[in-house]
């Protein structure tokens, strides 16, 4: 492959980690593998982090993006769960203002539907108790008048009122890259498109992995003291690489969100609404669309290629148009779309919603640990639960409490909320000759904080005369230059949002992308060419389903 200063940093960063052996190698890069990564680096732990795609390329940049305790375990009386989770979404907010947001979400409360006022009432009180929801934030129950007040588009027919009560959102990629960065900042060595391929043992106890580098086909050997599996749904498939016979550990079940333009579903704020078959979905606004999930079914095909089929986008229409009367969606109005699998603890006999959510930890007779289940609102305490057990398995190691609640996520935080209104509002001056300037301030400053200033500068130094181009381009380069962006969907789907959030954005400049990436990067014309067809191919399928 040809070198350039980004592929020769990251071989010299390559070469210096093989100087090395750890006190602990993760596999995988999801917000279960960073967040560990980020807690043990931070005790003092050497910290050798693998993930075999870019990071969060698996489940971790297709959920919700919710930052939530969990109202629907409620049902499944998973109180522990909800406390846990419930407690850290103030947490997370503290610790990335920019990225963890409060969102106040609707219920609507209707005649058909499973819960009245009163149970919803109830529910929604303890979910408030456990989480330890304060003041303003705590719930209310509404009348129809101020729930259609509120939200005009809510179908008025058997609407009984609606509750109102407080979540965060986030964007779960920029999380795990959040974790990750942080990490490295605290001493952990952290490479994408490294696959783990085999597990070595010494004494019939794990002490180190062999990897495959995608980007070169070259291999490496590592040697670490422990070993840990955060690989999401893949967990099962690297139980595999240490012992054939393990049983299965995870039920996978499929989870689709689709995006309309925002005049198409116009709710003015998040709405979590009953579908009529026990479950509950979310439309959720966010920049200049909306997105509505998710679907929930078992999933036993391709881990590496997920689907969205006409069916998932056909459920979800189905339901939006049936809790907003005067909406009527067809596949057509469909501009974005993504699919992601939880991986689930395996409970024989259970339907894909009865799954628990529960994290479970898992160790293998020659000492490898994985790790699975959990939800991205509860990583940063499976991370400390992770790490409390690899130090507790480990004499050499010191005894050290976990510190990532006092860690913030971002080199240079803004204070709070107040504070990224005030940046949002100069960035937004700053860029104000592209168009939805609003819109694009929004989205850089909660994807990026203060990093959003390198963005700047480099727009700033643009001389290309079509604004918009110039502000994605000035996003692409600081990209690549410092959060390790090597191929399209790096940075169209984890970095940008671009492909779920603006995908008219995208579709007007993906070839620029493409051949920015191409100059930047050294490809030779064969390497654009398969690169720039993948990404085509990657805007067509976000649309598109059979
Ligand atoms: P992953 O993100 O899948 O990470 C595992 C990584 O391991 C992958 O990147 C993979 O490439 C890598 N890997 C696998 N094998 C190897 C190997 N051999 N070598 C190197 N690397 C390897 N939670 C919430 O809190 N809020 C929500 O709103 C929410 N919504 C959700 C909606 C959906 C549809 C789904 C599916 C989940 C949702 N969740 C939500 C749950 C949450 O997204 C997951 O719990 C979380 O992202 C799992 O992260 P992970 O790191 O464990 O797995």
Redesign the pocket.
Known sequence: MPQNHILQTRQDKINKSLENSYDLII???????CGTALDAAARGLSVLL????DF?????S???????GGLRYLKQFEFALIRETGRERALLHKLAPHLVVSEKMMLPITETGEYGKMFTSLGLGIYDYLAGVKGEDKKKIISVKKAKKKEPLLTTDGLNGAAVYSEYRTD?ARLTMANAMTAERYGATCFSY???TDILEKKGKVNGVIVEDALTGLSYTYKGRQVVS?????VD??LDIVDDNTEQKLQLTK?V?IVVAKDKLPVSQSIYFEVGDGRMIFAIPRAGVTYI??TDTFYRKSLNHIEVTAEDADYLLQAVNRAFDTIDLTADDIISSWA????LIYEEGKSPSELSRKDEIFISDNGLISI?G????GYRKMAERMVDLVIKRDKKLERKESSTENIYLHESPLADAAAVVTYRKAVRKIIKDTTKSKVKASMLVHMYGLRADHILENYNDSTETDRDLALTLAELDYCIEYEYVYRPSDFVIRRSGMLYFDPLRLEKYYRDIAQRMSEKLNWDQDEYENQLSKLENMIAESKNFH
């Open positions: 596999i995988g890069g999801g917000i279960t593998g693998l993930e075999k795609g969060a390329s698996g489940t971790s297709k959920s919700t993006k919710l930052i939530h779960d490294m696959e783990v955060a690989t999401g749904p893949w498939k690297v989870g969100h999930g998710t992601g699998l939880r991986p699975a959990g939800k991205l609102t």
